[in-house]
């Protein structure tokens, strides 16, 4: 009897000590999803406030993962991964970075000499082999991987009462899901729910495909940190953990987990710095594929590590650089496709001071341009015209096009009809008007007490920052003796000047009693 009382007495004293471990363990891992994957260690940083670790160990070496995003059904052992990115936090130099894999990349399993699509890797083999094939693109050595399933991220973003995202264009698709069959959203800032969410992360219909989507996946993710940090979040964390929880699976260590969140306060002054790996489209025994540099790849990835990004996504010297054996494979569509894209991506409307684009890539064709006037930065209150000449890839033709066919934002475009050569032309931007500066001189000039027999003022003192008119109550003509007057003084703020940021009672007026409302430059001077 004693003994099983002993042993009851045992199971009570520790079941608390389970309890809270597991409850621990429910925390980091939100805190590493929200704090890590979504670029938002500030909201990680909100819960932990020190750099050591239980026992005093510190976090002093990088710490790399992959995040997967898949739509992956509860119970299922194979799937197709949707998005793949490279995690990455180096303590010393505070930086993290998010390297974006295409799902089309073309990579070869181990064994075999076969080509495949790295999304498909996970329902060939398993998610060590996908660790592997990241590991040989890049160079980065992986501490282990994330992945959220889709429905339960919709219900994250749900649970959190939607997030604000600039959706930058009409998107319409019908993808034949049967929970998720029709993309349909219309352009312009707007609260989508989780499930419109997804439908703008997830869409890849138009010219840069999947690298498109990779920019908005890093829209969607941002867009939840910031609901994240919002101070009303905190009360939803006893639904939002054990969600994070149900949406993801891992294989990092408890103690990869803590040395994470143990690095939160450093997160608070790091860098984020996004890259998809670049590359170019190539078609292999009649299939897609993302063809990339292996050599440039893994210098790309070093670079993103130091926080040096890219802005050549679209890399047409890697055909060049394929192995000849691969090379092999390439083959020429029998048939040409009409251009479907009309919309040029990545002629935007120039902005005084920035870098003329000249290049441009798609999926459907790769273009130059030439700006006329040729400055090598764009100048305000000039007129600009880009010159786009596309020249389509294989398995695409202009024969088709119609006369203005292509539109670039913010430009009027022209083409003539099985023409790629297209005119855009930017209106002159308005040249940027100086801030205003806040008026700072508080004493009125040139209102005096009344003198009796004095002919009342109606005009201030000028200054350089306003003038102002005087009205006086009552409006004696001269001052009469032993009478109480009110001068009702109205501000005029010369160019460059304003009074939004003037307080109340700002103003004074010697020998009188004076009051101004916030922000206003009527002031009310009453003298004795």
Sequence with gaps: MVSTNATNKDSRTKRPKKKSKVKRTFIIIALVIVGVLLGSAAFA?????????????TLNKRVSFLLIGADKRPGATSFNSDSIIVASFDPETKIISLLSIPRDTRVTLSGSDSYCKINAVP?????????????????????G????????????????????????????????????????????VQELNGTKALQYARFRHDATADIGRTARQQKVLTAV?????????????????????????????????????????????????????PGDAVNL???????????????????????????????????????????????????????????????????????????????????????????????????????????????????????NFFKVPGATTQNAA?????????????????????????????VTPPTPGAVPATTITETEQYTGAIMWTPADDPFVEGQQYTATVTLFPKEGYT?????????????????????????TAIFP
């Design 225 to 277: 940190a910031k609901e994240m940090l919002k101070p009303a979040t905190v009360l939803k964390l006893p639904k939002l953990i054990p969600q994070l929880l149900e949406a993801v699976e891992t294989d990092l260590t408890f103690k990869d987990m803590t040395r994470l969140a143990g690095a939160a306060k450093s997160f608070e002054e790091a860098t984020i710095v996004t890259q998809t790996l």
């Design 45 to 57: 940083t909100f819960y932990l406030r020190s750099d050591t670790l239980p026992g005093g160990d």
């Design 285 to 403: 025994d009649g299939l897609s594929y993302w063809e990339v540099n292996r050599e440039a790849a893994k210098e790309v990835a070093q670079n993103l590590l130091l926080g040096k990004t890219t802005d050549k996504v679209w890399d047409t010297s890697v055909i060049t650089s394929m192995d000849p054996d691969v090379k092999a494979h390439m083959t020429t569509p029998t048939t040409q496709t009409v251009i479907t894209m009309p919309e040029i991506l990545g002629v935007t409307i120039p902005e005084p001071g920035a870098i003329p684009v000249t290049s441009i890539y798609s999926e459907e064709y790769t273009g130059t341009v030439t700006w006329s006037p040729a400055d090598s930065t764009y100048v305000a209150g000039t007129e600009y015209t880009a010159t786009i000449t596309l020249v389509p890839k294989t398995g695409y033709t202009l024969k088709g096009i119609a006369a």
């Design 499 to 523: 009074l939004d940021s003037v307080s109340e009672n700002y103003f004074s007026v010697p020998g009188a009693t004076a009051s101004n409302a916030a922000g206003s430059g009527v002031i």
């Design 418 to 446: 099985n023409s790629g050569i297209i005119t855009a032309v930017f209106p002159a931007s308005e040249p940027a008007l100086p801030e205003a500066l806040p008026i700072d001189i508080g004493v009125i000039a040139g």
């Design 145 to 188: 991987y994330l992945l959220t399933n889709f429905d339960g991220f919709k219900d994250i973003i749900d649970t959190l009462g939607g997030i604000t995202i600039d959706v930058e264009k009409d998107m319409y698709y019908e993808t034949g899901d049967k929970q998720d069959g029709v993309i349909d959203l219309k352009a312009g």
């Design 123 to 143: 329902m060939l083999r398993d998610i060590d082999e996908l660790k592997k094939q990241v590991t040989e693109l890049t160079g980065i050595k992986l501490n």
